[in-house]
Nanobody, 126 residues
Framework: QVQLVESGGGLVQAGGSLRLSCEASGRTFTRSAMGWFRQAPGKERAFVAAISWSTDNTYYGDSVKGRFTISRDNAKNTMTLQMNSLKVEDTAIYYC???????????????????WGQGTQVTVSS
């Protein structure tokens, strides 16, 4: 059974940093894109970042460019999201996701992902 488990969420002041991790089990996502999404209360799930299997290519949502960095370690079957210069508007539940396809512009869409974690809460206070 495939599982994605996020960790690293918490409460941080604006301007601070957090590092989220996602550990996959049950299969390796060879040649598959992986990504992060977030959902704030009353809003739709939004794309944050995605990364290719080779880690050569990444995509970022406009609101996090220059502040967040996505990475993955295929040997450990893990993915991370380093979040710096956090803003109050970054407050959301953050979800790890994996697709059965390589990275492409379409991976900005949540419906392109086949597996999801349970989410981890990130709260940024002013």
């Amino acid at each position: 059974q495939v599982q994605l488990v996020e960790s690293g969420g918490g409460l941080v002041q604006a301007g601070g940093s957090l590092r989220l991790s996602c550990e996959a089990s049950g299969r390796t996502f060879t040649r598959s894109a992986m990504g992060w999404f977030r959902q704030a209360p009353g809003k739709e799930r939004a794309f944050v970042a995605a990364i290719s299997w080779s880690t050569d290519n990444t995509y970022y949502g406009d609101s996090v460019k220059g502040r967040f960095t996505i990475s993955r370690d295929n040997a450990k079957n893990t993915m991370t999201l380093q979040m710096n210069s956090l803003k109050v508007e970054d407050t959301a539940i953050y979800y790890c996701a994996a697709a059965n396809k390589p990275l492409s512009p379409s991976v900005r869409l949540a419906r392109m992902y086949n597996y999801w974690g349970q989410g981890t809460q990130v709260t940024v206070s002013s």
